[in-house]
């Protein structure tokens, strides 16, 4: 279903936006063909700008990334973002607006629709396809945003706090409707997120990023932990509660330059 196999190897990426702004510095990462990894770390550690870079909208200053073996160097179809706003178009319904990508890559517009009208069935959506955006809660704007994205069939999505704009209980319901989604489509996924909980939840690994500009030292990987937690995970489970504490340590554990820095 997806454009490639979806690998991504991480060398060495660093992003120096001048003067003492060295937002990320040396990371080193691979992900597996349909594996999900979430990205968790202080404000400022640099997670968007990892995901930045492996979307290729930012140049790194050092290393590269590959995907399928081949140089990321701009924005490219094989990549599907999804941002915390949905940026739908208001004037468009549903289905339009899931089949724009399409419409934008030359398929006819026929084709386009049919396309469309079974991603929103993918994201839960086949009844409001000929809706309009305004009418939608915000879970649901989501849903459409992440349907026209798959539509496009990028081998990886990478997501900046999705579900960051909506309420708990609507996080939670999206939580399950991503867990679903991923099963369908296998896409390898990259999330940054700034909760824990969502990260061992979605994730088969969780990255660590510590340090970030506004603390002296360029971010950076501090821990990677996996989530070996099977399919069907419960939050309230002890395993879940002390895998979600010991990421939780990591994360409020401060780099050695930072002590040194202090
Ligand atoms: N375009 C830019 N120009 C200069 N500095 C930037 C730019 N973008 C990000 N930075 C700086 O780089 C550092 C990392 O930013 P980034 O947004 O990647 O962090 P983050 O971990 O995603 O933060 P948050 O969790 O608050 O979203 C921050 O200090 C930020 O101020």
Not at 104 to 126: D, F, I, K, N, S
Request: proline share 5%.
């Amino acid at each position: 279903m997806t454009t490639g196999t979806g690998h991504l190897a991480i060398d060495g990426l660093g992003k120096h936006y001048g003067g003492d702004t060295f937002a990320m510095r040396d990371v080193t990462l691979e992900v597996s063909p349909g594996e999900a990894i979430a990205v968790v770390g202080a404000s400022g550690c640099g997670k968007s700008t990892l995901l930045r870079l492996v979307a290729g909208f930012e140049t790194p200053t050092e290393g590269r990334v590959l995907l399928d073996g081949r140089p990321v160097t701009g924005p490219g179809p094989d990549r599907g973002v999804v941002f915390q706003d949905y940026g739908l178009f208001p004037w468009l319904s549903v289905r339009e607006n899931i089949a724009y990508g399409l419409r934008e890559r030359g398929v006819h517009r026929r084709e386009a629709l049919r396309q469309a009208t079974e991603h929103a069935e993918l994201v839960g959506l086949g009844r409001f396809v000929d809706a309009y955006p305004h009418t939608l809660s915000g879970g649901m704007q989501q849903r459409v945003g992440i349907a026209r994205v798959l539509a496009l069939h990028p081998s990886v999505l990478l997501m900046d706090e999705p579900l960051g704009a909506l309420d708990a209980l609507t996080r939670r319901q999206m939580q399950d409707e991503l867990v679903a989604i991923r099963r369908r489509v296998g896409t390898t996924l990259v999330l940054v997120t700034h909760s824990i909980e969502e990260a061992v939840y979605l994730a088969d690994r969780v990255v660590v990023m510590a340090g970030g500009a506004s603390h002296g030292v360029p971010g950076q990987v501090s821990a990677v932990v996996p989530v070996d937690l099977g399919d069907r995970r419960d939050t309230a489970a002890p395993d879940f509660q002390g895998l979600a504490q010991q990421i939780g340590d990591h994360v409020h554990s401060p780099l050695p330059e930072q002590e040194d820095a202090a």
